[in-house]
């Protein structure tokens, strides 16, 4: 027979093993923000897997795409149209690296670490990045 005490601690113990559990973050696109302008802000946050990045169009003409070959092995990436409010939840653990499309050049980035005691993968800066967008991504980085 179940008495009130039982009943409390199974709900509780349903809440923390489960999605009821995930968290929104939600991340603005700036023109101007506190580290500069063009600016995804935070430019870096830290989820658990199953958390959710919301993309935010405070200012206009901005957008977020996940950068080809700078996300986990395996996961999909993403993509949003210029000004679209994209939500995406991410299961797989590692880093995601996020730009602009067209402030890329001038540094517009953000990096996602899903997990905790994410890694850097080798050679994750190695590719043809914008000088600008390196820059704020070895800042990113430095969280880890
Ligand atoms: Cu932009």
Known sequence: MLNKTTTTLAAAAMMLSGAAWAETFEVQMLNKGEAGTM????AFVQIAPGDTVKFVATDKSH???SIDGMIPEGAEGFKGKINEEIEV???TEGLYAVKCLPHYAMGM?????VGEGVEMPEGYLEG????????????QLSNL
Do not use: G, H, S, W
């Open 39 to 42: 600016v995804f802000e935070p």
């Open 63 to 65: 957008n977020a795409e």
């Open 89 to 91: 939840t991410l299961d």
């Open 109 to 113: 980035v953000m990096t996602i670490a």
């Open 128 to 139: 043809r990045l914008p000088k600008n967008a390196k820059e704020r991504f070895e800042e």
